[in-house]
């Protein structure tokens, strides 16, 4: 098993910036990627970016590409999310999760482990 615990979030005017983090714990993350989700009022869940366990690959959802960065450190099992030029639109809960295979995905259905999610409110 594999517990996820994300930080970073909270209040930020729109053009700001945040960054979340995403530990985990219960066993090493060797081989297997992950991912940051989000998911707004009323709307289901959606892909944001991922990363491969080497971090040699990644992949972002269009709407915030040039402005989210994606990385981790395999040495303390965390993955981060660096969120700059923040927009009101990108205001939701953000969830990390972990995909048990070393390739990525951008669906919700192919994760296998889910944090509880951290608040990102964005205002404009």
């Known amino acids: 098993q594999v517990q996820l615990v994300e930080s970073g979030g909270g209040l930020v005017q729109a053009g700001g910036s945040l960054r979340l983090s995403c530990a985990a714990s219960?066993?090493?993350?060797?081989?297997?990627?992950m991912g940051w989700f989000r998911q707004a009022p009323g709307k289901q869940r959606e892909f944001v970016a991922a990363i491969t366990w080497s971090g040699g690959s990644t992949l972002y959802k269009d709407s915030v590409k040039g402005r989210f960065t994606i990385s981790r450190d395999n040495a303390k099992n965390t993955v981060y999310l660096q969120m700059n030029g923040l927009k009101p639109e990108d205001t939701a809960v953000y969830y990390c999760?972990?995909?048990?295979?070393?390739?990525?995905?951008?669906?919700?259905?192919?994760?296998?482990?889910w944090g509880q999610g951290t608040q990102v409110t964005v205002s404009s």
């Open positions: 219960g066993r090493t993350l060797s081989w297997y990627s």
């Open positions: 999760a972990v995909r048990k295979m070393p390739t990525i995905s951008t669906l919700v259905s192919e994760y296998d482990y």
